[in-house]
């Protein structure tokens, strides 16, 4: 298992709704997830809470890593998610994870939880969240939409048509990629290019996550959560 490098903070909210989990799933594969509890609701931190749990357990009572298994997890905590709003009333969250399995790696994601993928100091990959912005920056590239970059399109939240997976697979890794997962508090303040500059600056991926560290907790709003692998 790669040693990580994480933090999670509330920056200027009164609760953090942002939850970071690793597991050892087996004896060669690690999960790594941040599940972002949607705001707007409340008993969103337990929404949170839940899909990691359902996710965890299912990939340790299974011998099959694969995207139809990653969105099997993922709909079994959209149920379980359904189940307590009969009683809490509505409730969501956002969700990212990376499994690594010896030399190889699968992401996923559901809403606004980005992953970057960076090798020899070069980022090489990001993920496409699921933002209205993205959503209509495809249709017309030439417009931001900066006010729409907050709204999930998809997410946990007990509604089958909104929790579909995107997923990423990487055959071959070693010591020279790296990874960084994170909340929509940490990639709204800092993008790839600015992780790209600072990464090639201090040619350590742990020293550039404790200097994001340091400047969100100065200028951020949002929580914000991020695991560097």
Avoid at 180 to 199: F, T
């Amino acid at each position: 298992m790669r040693t990580p490098r994480q933090f999670s903070h509330l920056g200027q909210r009164d609760t953090n709704q942002d939850i970071l989990h690793i597991e050892s799933i087996n004896e060669t594969t690690t999960l790594y997830i941040i599940a972002d509890g949607m705001g707007a609701y409340t008993n969103s931190k337990y929404a949170a809470q839940i899909a990691i749990n359902k996710i965890v357990s299912f990939f340790k009572t299974t011998t099959t890593l694969s995207e139809d298994k990653i969105q099997e997890a993922i709909n079994n905590a959209d149920d379980a998610i359904t189940k307590e709003q009969q009683t809490l009333g509505k409730m969501g969250t956002t969700i990212g994870g990376l499994f690594i399995q010896e030399n190889k790696a699968i992401g996923f994601w559901v809403g606004d939880i980005k992953i970057i993928h960076l090798k020899n100091n070069r980022v090489l990959y990001e993920s496409a969240i699921h933002t209205l912005q993205n959503y209509l920056r495809q249709k017309d590239p030439n417009n931001e939409y900066n006010q729409y970059r907050n709204v999930v399109t998809r997410a946990i939240c007990g509604d089958k048509l909104k929790c579909k997976a995107s997923t990423k697979r990487w055959n071959s890794i070693n010591s020279t990629d790296h990874f960084i997962l994170c909340s929509d508090g940490v990639h709204n303040y800092i993008d790839c290019h600015e992780i790209e500059k600072q990464i090639l600056h201090y040619k350590n991926i742990y020293t550039v996550t404790d200097h994001i560290e340091q400047e969100l907790l100065s200028i951020a709003e949002d929580n914000f959560s991020l695991i560097a692998i």
